[in-house]
T-cell receptor
């Protein structure tokens, strides 16, 4: 079955460490997205990519970095510059890039900073 | 800018009760509107969508009508089940032909009891 695979599901990090969250899709979707979810705040867009080797900042990109070297992969690195990284991270994709396209989400990765 | 406002939860209902979750939006132009559902420990799934005024989205007994005059997209279901317990997110996407940068509401938790 086609879908989005995020790993790891749970991740613990010490302060000052960078961590990378994996996102792989086999849907042949063009665009991919990273969202952060915090209790009571809904979802906020971190980065998105419409095509390979190109990506744009979302609303809360500071302290994060991404790459899009392959169409099916869009890893997110949470750097030590992110002051409050504990959150639930969701990766998503869409077939095209028009506004009415439906997002397909992965199951998420929960990051906890110790 | 664009914004989505949802009623605060949690909403607690008995099985077979009628459900309404209010959603209003602020946007320029003609956005597409969505309801996504998140079951515990999972990513979001599309529940229904509407792309123009007066459209009614429906799925699994849930309905929502795109009301441009009141800028609303309220979610309704005539008879809820315990399995409907989840967090529901209202979202909009500007119809700009660019990436599907959804703006999400904060989510409304629904708890259905026997």
């Amino acid at each position: 079955d086609g879908g989005i695979t995020q790993s790891p599901k749970y991740l613990f990090r010490k302060e000052g460490q960078n961590v990378t969250l994996s996102c792989e899709q086999n849907l042949n979707h063009d665009a991919m997205y990273w969202y952060r979810q915090d209790p009571g705040q809904g979802l906020r867009l971190i980065y998105y990519s419409q095509i390979v080797n190109d990506f744009q900042k979302g609303d809360i990109a500071e302290g994060y970095s991404v790459s899009r070297e392959k169409k099916e992969s869009f890893p997110l690195t949470v750097t030590s510059a992110q002051k409050n990284p504990t959150a639930f991270y969701l990766c998503a994709s869409t077939q095209g890039t028009a506004g009415a396209n439906v997002l397909t989400f992965g199951a998420g990765s929960r990051l906890t900073v110790l | 800018g664009n914004s989505v406002t949802q009623m605060e939860g949690p909403v607690t209902l008995s099985e077979e009760a009628f459900l309404t979750i209010n959603c209003t939006y602020t946007a320029t132009g003609y956005p597409s509107l969505f309801w996504y559902v998140q079951y515990p420990g999972e990513g979001l799934q599309l529940l229904l969508k509407a792309t123009k005024a007066d459209d009614k989205g429906s799925n699994k007994g849930f309905e929502a009508t795109y009301r441009k005059e009141t800028t609303s997209f309220h979610l309704e279901k005539g008879s809820v089940q315990v399995s409907d317990s989840a967090v529901y997110f209202c979202a909009l996407s500007p119809y700009t032909g660019t990436a599907s940068k959804l703006t999400f509401g904060t989510g409304t938790r629904l708890q259905v009891t026997l």
